[in-house]
């Protein structure tokens, strides 16, 4: 099994940058594909952006492209968000995720193993 621990939210205004980062416990974290999702309250968890097992092969969302950037350091068991140009409607608890597997996944059901999350508040 696999457990995941994010770290780097908080508080920032508008136009701020955070980075995120999820480190793995065990020993195969370079051959699950990541993904990083957000919830608002009252609202469906949502995809931001994954990445492949190698790290060649990345999707992000419509509404982060251009302003995040996701990367992976398998020696070190982690992968990072970088957040930049933030919004208020980036307010979210962000969560990792990880499934067994090559290639990207978008779909949440399809990940098998989730972090506890952390919270990111943009004020206006």
């Known amino acids: 099994q696999v457990q995941f621990v994010e770290s780097g939210g908080g508080l920032v205004q508008a136009g701020g940058s955070l980075r995120l980062a999820c480190t793995a416990s065990g020993r195969t974290f370079s051959r699950y594909a990541m993904g990083w999702f957000r919830q608002a309250p009252g609202k469906e968890r949502e995809f931001v952006v994954g990445?492949?097992?190698?790290?060649?092969?990345?999707n992000y969302a419509d509404s982060v492209k251009g302003r995040f950037n996701i990367s992976r350091d398998n020696a070190k068991n982690t992968v990072y968000l970088q957040l930049n140009s933030l919004k208020p409607e980036d307010t979210a608890v962000y969560y990792c995720a990880g499934r067994y597997t090559i290639g990207v996944q978008i779909i949440p059901a399809n990940y098998d193993y989730w972090g506890q999350g952390t919270q990111v508040t943009v004020s206006s």
């Open positions: 990445i492949s097992r190698n790290g060649q092969s990345l």
